[in-house]
């Protein structure tokens, strides 16, 4: 079975500092990797997405992210964090068959500090 | 844009109560998908339509309905609802291919059963 496992449940940062999110998926078949954001009170609004080809990918507001086969691993990175960045990242999987359901990771909800 | 509409931001319904919760998407997508979000948990899918009238379960669809009777339009039912279905609420809608395709989400609606 597909599972998607966000390794911190709250990364807090000081504004300006660089953040990494980790994401780690198990899946026996081809996926397709995604990144969401939502924040507070707010749908989910993808950030990034890995479809092939290049292992880094760069999003919107400054985000990238780190696609590692051999480790099964779709980090997000941002060199440097502003306080609108606080809210909650979500990590996604989305198998190369089927209805293109989307199987989500728990969660991880960054806190910007100043 | 895609637009995907919520029919309410907050809900409260009495236990027992039956619930309708409506999403409309504006894009002719063929897919659509409702996720419970629960803290800790990330998105739980409950159901998901990939046409018209066509249906299919979940990870947790117990307690849960769906109908699906035009294309932009997927409604989830609670049949009687209970303290544990308290939770967001979220649609989604996504082209049927390609797989790579990502899902536009709806703003949730926060249903609270008292």
């Known amino acids: 079975a597909q599972s998607v496992t966000q390794l911190d449940s709250q990364v807090p940062v000081f504004e300006e500092a660089p953040v990494e999110l980790r994401c780690n998926y198990s899946s026996s078949v081809s996926v397709y990797l995604f990144w969401y954001v939502q924040y507070p009170n707010q749908g989910l609004q993808l950030l990034l997405k890995y479809l092939s080809g290049s292992t880094l990918v760069k999003g919107i507001n400054g985000f990238e992210a780190e696609f590692n086969k051999s480790q099964t691993s779709f980090h997000l990175r941002k060199p440097s964090v502003h306080i609108s960045d606080t809210a909650e990242y979500f990590c996604?999987?989305?198998?190369?068959?089927?209805?293109?359901?989307?199987?989500f990771g728990a969660g991880t909800r960054l806190a910007v500090h100043p | 844009d895609v637009k995907v509409t919520q029919s309410s931001r907050y809900l409260v319904k009495r236990t027992g109560e039956k619930v309708f919760l409506e999403c409309v998407q504006d894009m002719d997508h063929e897919n659509m998908f409702w996720y419970r979000q629960d803290p800790g948990l990330g998105l739980r899918l409950i159901y998901f339509?990939?046409?018209?009238?066509?249906?299919e379960k979940g990870d947790i669809p117990e307690g849960y309905s769906v109908s699906r009777e035009k294309k932009e339009r997927f409604s989830l039912i609670l049949e009687s609802a209970s303290t544990n279905q308290t939770s967001m609420y979220l649609c989604?809608?996504?082209?049927?291919?390609?797989?790579?395709?990502?899902?536009?989400f709806g703003q949730g609606t926060r249903l609270t059963v008292v």
């Open positions: 996604a999987v989305r198998l190369s068959g089927g209805y293109n359901k989307l199987i």
């Open positions: 339509s990939y046409d018209v009238k066509m249906k």
């Open positions: 989604a809608s996504s082209l049927a291919s390609p797989a790579n395709t990502e899902a536009f």
